[in-house]
């Protein structure tokens, strides 16, 4: 196997698809590549991937290698981490069998993944799946008492401009399927215009739809420049003690925003605040909510998603995975039915013409001198 293209280079690959070109070589550093991570490589069609850490560890079954083979993308694991720091951003690099070449340098040997090496890693992380489960119960409960002030305390929410109060309130988050869920809720957001939440990526997500989102929340880590601009407001998620890594990257921006220090993740603080402001519906797509969504976002538990899902309840409806509830079909009859009702108009519109006018009194006046003939001849 030989390739050979223009290197693109990121630790975060959430950070390296927005300067992917086609045709490029993504090198990246992430363990257990995730669904999420590898559409969105997927969608920028990299001739191959090289990555630092392990592609498919044999932990949990992370579905990302399968999704970016099955789209034709080589991947190829560097034996040695270390040949990560040798690549530079625009560099040529080759790929040659086993070995990874920037010139006629060898810098690393890597480890072409076939379909059987993710399909044996894939079996042997089915094998490991009831301890991990365990482990992550455990650590959800651990931390379900540390955090339970979710739910028992009364938060400090800051003053919002937009309006919550007796609103449906639509939650984005980027997570999986989340563009196709919009789709499918896309007559919902135009009939009954909820308040739009982007948690951070959320609101790029909502802006690919042509939605400005009225908040966008989160740590500020992955959402852009352009949607924190046009956004209508911005709220700061920062640690309990008051810490927000996020909020030295608002002020460079000059850009006005809100401070919410709470435990848990974005999205649950997002939920939280609708519930909080009073929201009569939160509509939640794109989230996190099983253990194979936190495991590959690198959480060991969910223990606020739990707290805050048993305080918001029955206002709380999960859109995430809709598009596949119900898909319709044409069906002939649908499409015989627009036909005639398109020509129903048509039909309407010719008869009260001038033209469609003169044409039925020459019709008329036709039938009558046939009947008068046949009675002649009778």
Not at 76 to 96: A, N, Q, R
Not at 231 to 252: F, L, M, S, T, W
Not at 331 to 347: C, D, G, Q, R, Y
């Amino acid at each position: 196997m030989f390739i050979e293209s223009i290197a693109k280079k990121d630790e975060k690959t959430k950070n390296l698809v927005k300067r992917l070109n086609p045709g490029n070589i993504a090198v990246i550093k992430h363990r257990d590549i995730d669904e999420v991570a590898a559409r969105s490589l997927v969608e920028k069609k990299p001739r191959a991937v090289i990555n630092a850490c392990e592609s498919i560890s044999g932990k949990y079954p992370n579905l990302g290698p399968s999704i970016l083979i099955e789209a034709g993308i080589t991947i190829v694991d560097m034996d040695d981490g270390s040949g990560f720091d040798l690549i530079d951003e625009d560099c040529t690099i080759k790929i040659y069998n086993n070995g990874i070449y920037i010139g006629n340098k060898r810098i690393s040997n890597g480890k072409i993944l076939t379909k059987e090496i993710i399909h044996n890693k894939t079996e042997d992380a089915m094998g490991n799946l009831e301890e991990v489960l365990e482990d992550f119960i455990e650590n959800t409960l651990e931390y379900a008492k540390k955090e339970k002030s979710l739910i028992l305390d009364n938060i400090n929410m800051p003053d919002i401009d937009v309006d919550m109060k007796n609103k449906h309130v639509l939650v984005v988050v980027r997570g999986k399927d989340y563009k196709k869920d919009l789709l499918a809720i896309r007559t919902y957001i135009e009939e009954v215009k909820p308040v739009l939440i982007g948690v951070d990526g959320g609101g790029d997500a909502l802006l690919e739809f042509g939605y400005t989102p009225h908040i966008v929340i989160g740590d500020m880590d992955s959402v852009s420049d352009n949607c924190l601009k046009c956004c209508g407001e911005i709220v700061v998620h920062a640690y309990k003690d008051g810490r927000a890594p996020g909020i030295n990257r608002i002020k460079n921006l000059q850009l006005k925003h809100k401070l919410l220090p709470s435990p848990g993740t974005s999205e649950d603080i997002a939920m939280l605040l609708a519930y909080e402001k009073g929201a009569d519906f939160i509509v939640a797509v794109g989230t996190h909510t099983n253990m194979i969504d936190f495991l590959e976002k690198g959480r060991r538990g969910m223990a606020s998603t739990f707290l805050v899902r048993l305080k918001i309840g029955a206002k709380l409806i999960d859109a995430k995975g809709v598009n596949k509830l119900y898909r319709e079909k044409i069906k002939p009859i649908h499409l015989l039915s627009v036909f005639i009702a398109s020509l129903i108009p048509i039909v309407i519109i010719s008869l009260f013409s001038p033209l469609g006018m003169n044409i039925i009194r020459l019709l008329q006046i036709r039938l009558k001198l046939l009947y008068e003939l046949k009675e002649i001849l009778w």
